[in-house]
């Protein structure tokens, strides 16, 4: 018997019916083993070194996997094609101490038949190049964060958190808030003349199109105030309209290149309203297989983590058979469309794209969720329609000479659709554009003379650059070069998680939390918050990746260099600058101690705590006013203490409502209620990765952890933000 382990166990059933008799396929489940959770686990005084131990959930996985592996005759590695799944193999590796040399690794980009029992006949060596790149990303990350996140504690509020990809997001959305913030809108006046042509066809008929203003005396014009439209205006009355020019072309339209995950995440937000949680969450299920009837659990899509356009040469040509069968040879391109992936990409795995072209769409409707089917059915379209000929158009501009003024007419018809008879790509909408190429313009021929029916025209005032949304802060990530594609979408969802930023509809604004985050970081440790700098280390792990740089130098240099963050992280713990709002004195005395009691500024908001503190740790709730909330007096119900006879009484601790002995201290039993307000909320998304939040345990060994558990080990003991308790 072989034995497969894979990381994921939604895609186990779907390997399995690929291999058969002989193979038995092992899900790890994400992660055995990774840095401690509760310590640094870094050993910077020895080069670096990562002290690595196996998680504490996993202790009963690696027990089953040491068992199954002894049993087995061979085992391979067949953990995600990616940086992270190469390291999970290596831990593998080491824990069951196979020989990472031999050819244990195996690689597909896709679950079909095809790709894994190809991948079973090419096995390989575990790639310690892709190891180090992540141990590197792995410590890297862990000292900015362990290092960083008391530093921002101290200096603004209890229980911050920063990181290397975090906090440059953030700044990319602070520094958009201020560029609103700053921005002095300018004015300025659109214009267009309202013309008619007689019909060519009919000599009754009277043809209407819009030409607007384009410029003076071959100079591009600008009207900036109601001076210089009066001036316009003066100049144009009652003159005659010139044709002087027409200009006529046919323009094509390429089809745009296919998904890859940003793209794919702008796409979805931007044409199906899905946030990057549920595009992340839909795209991870077509990728590990849904099931199909009668077909079983398949697979519909290919990895989906990647930031390539390459497309595998047989998937060229089974497309182009399909789209030559069922659209005609001229949508198919006598030459394979080719797209450039963007600078720096890693090129590791294909575009995303479907596995199968022949399963469409309406085909697997019936077998999928709604998120799933609209996420498809888009993968779907733009992977075929970037297999097609381009669109071609009638492309016709006119210009148009009154007392020197010259307008412009411009407008296109549809020649051949191409791509776009199967995707029509997302076109922003340019509210201040001046030409609208989809008119239909009449025939037009130099030294007619068009009639004059009116003049349009309207203040405006530019407007400053939009805030980001989800989809274009993704893209503006992946244009500077920070993280990649599998940390899109978890880095947005920490800084939203952990109160830096908060969703106005759509759009994303920094909290007054996140400016002082972003401040305080700027102000002590500029080049970890500089865009270059992040994307310029991203560069460095790839070089790590393909052999060019060892991994503890990278971080050395980073580290340890001169001006390097070790310094500037002494400068800024041993100065008294700081952003923390002081404690709030109030006329309260301690229930406990007797000392005053001040107001504090917590995660959570303002909390009234003991002056004496750490000596009580007395903690009130406030209301709105500053007052301590009032403690109702325990409700007396029909329930009696099974071990002393007395009477429960109905309270409320920190973890929600119980019952409790009336005779306490003396009997200390406790009963724990359901809180049925909790279960009626949704917990709010993992501020890691994205993925739902669980409760886990009650009383004082209840905590909030991440469904994902243990790929993310995300875990808090406070109840998250936005549940009401």
Known sequence: MNLIIIEGAGKKETIEKYLGSGYKVFATKGHIRDLPIKRFGVNIKKNFEPKYEILQDKQDI???????????EKVLLATDPDREGEAISWHLANILKLDQKAPVRVVFNEISKKAVQSALLAPRPVDGSL???????????????????PMLSRKIQ???????VQSVTLRLVVDREREIMDFKPEEYWTFFSILQVQDTKQADVMLKFKASLHSYQGKKIKIANKDELEQVLSAIDSKQYLVTNVKKSVTTQRPPAPFVTSTMQQDALNKLSMSLKQTSLAAQSLYEGVELGDKGKVALVTYIRTDSTRVAADAQAETKDYVIKNYGEQYAPQKFNFYASKKGAQDAHECIRPIDITLTPDSVKAHLSQPNYKLYKLIYERFLASQMTPAQYNSVSVDIDCSGYNFRATGRTLLFDGFTAVYSA??????????DQSTMLPELKEGDRPLWIEYKYEQKFTKPPARYNEASLVKKMEESGIGRPATYSPTVATIIARKYVEKDGKVLMPTELGFKCTDMLIKYFPEVMDLEFTAFMEQSLDDIEDGGKQWQ????????????????????MGDGFSLKEPDEQTDFACEMCGSMMVIKHGRFGKFLSCSAYPNCKHAMQIDQDGNPKA??????????????????LE???????????????????????KDESQEQVDLPPCPDCGKPLRKVGFGRRQFYGCTDYPNCKFTSKEIPTNLNA
Request: charged share 35%.
């Open 62 to 72: 690696v027990d089953k996997l040491l068992k199954e592996a002894k049993a087995a």
């Open 631 to 648: 403690k109702e007096p325990p409700k007396v119900t029909d329930t009696m203490c099974e071990k002393c006879g007395a009477a429960m």
């Open 553 to 572: 130098s990278v971080i050395d240099e980073f580290y340890n260099g001169e001006g390097g963050f070790a310094k500037k992280l002494d400068e800024a």
């Open 158 to 164: 209890n229980n911050l958190s920063a990181g290397r």
């Open 426 to 435: 997302y076109a922003e909408k340019k509210e201040d554009s001046d030409d």
């Open 131 to 149: 190891v180090d790149a992540q141990q590197a990303r792995r410590v890297l990350d862990r000292i900015v964060g362990y290092k960083l996140s």
């Open 651 to 673: 309270r409320e601790g920190r973890y929600g409502s119980f019952l409790g002995c009336s005779n306490y201290p003396k009997c200390k039993n406790i009963i724990k209620l």
